[in-house]
């Protein structure tokens, strides 16, 4: 039962609770901001996706009002929970979920955790005979971010226990892997993987929407996503992991 439908019935909360028997709370206790963005995150973690306005207001523990009143809007609740998640392991699987890329304005001008482009009159021409590598990172053992799919593979192993991943196979035919994730305390599903550079080449290599829970990307750059498919975005992970870490 929602609290929505509590209040057609009673103008007051406190109403409902004395028609139930029971005593309300006298003090009025100001919410933290933590207790609110907690929360959405918990509700974001059980929903496996972002929820919408209505969908907080009946699986969340507070007034969607109130988170508003708070951070400015309602989509304005995902920035805000970046920012109070930014260096908190805990909620590493959270801000993967959420996929939300980092603007340059947010890192600072002093960020120096990727390479600019260089302008195109001075960059430099390619040699036929080396390798390429990604950007430079002091992530762990990963001295270079990836820049393939393979790459992708690579780091999410390294990851999946970060994330709440158990791996139970990797394979060459679609799915790429088979691994369980944690649900719940005790509790844990089996979903399928695939992995990708970037979350687009899961529709540009012609994967069936369906068969597949999760895309695991280095880049998300599919705004035409299915909704029935989650997207992890390394690249928004490691960034969390390594401030965590620091």
């Not at 600072?108 to 302008?119: Q, T, V």
């Not at 994330?163 to 892997?177: H, N, T």
Request: with cysteine; glycine share 6%; proline share 6%.
């Amino acid at each position: 039962m929602s609290k929505y439908s509590v209040s057609k019935f009673f103008p007051k909360w406190n109403d409902a609770v004395r028609a139930a028997g029971l005593r309300p709370r006298k003090l009025r206790v100001q919410l933290q901001d933590s207790d609110l963005l907690s929360d959405w995150g918990e509700t974001v973690r059980r929903r496996r996706a972002v929820p919408s306005r209505r969908g907080y207001l009946l699986d969340g523990k507070y007034d969607p009002r109130t988170m508003e009143k708070r951070f400015g809007s309602w989509s304005s609740v995902p920035r805000a929970f970046c920012n109070f998640a930014k260096g908190k392991r805990e909620w590493a699987d959270v801000v993967a979920l959420l996929s939300a890329p980092v603007s340059k304005e947010e890192n600072g001008p002093n960020d120096d955790s990727a390479c600019r482009i260089l302008p195109k009159k001075i960059r430099h021409v390619p040699l036929k005979d080396r390798g390429t590598y990604g950007n430079p990172t002091r992530f762990r053992g990963l001295r270079y971010e990836p820049v393939s799919e393979q790459g992708v593979v690579l780091l999410f192993g390294m990851l999946a226990k970060d994330l709440g991943y158990m791996i139970e196979a990797v394979q060459k035919g679609f799915p790429d892997c088979e691994a369980m994730r944690q649900i719940a305390p005790e509790r844990w599903q089996r979903v399928n993987i695939e992995f990708e550079f970037e979350s687009r080449n899961f529709r540009d290599h012609g994967h069936p929407s369906k068969g597949c829970d999760v895309i695991v990307c280095w880049r998300h750059n599919w705004d035409e996503c299915p909704e029935n498919i989650e997207v992890v975005e390394l690249s928004s992970v490691i960034k969390l992991l390594a401030n965590a870490e620091d």
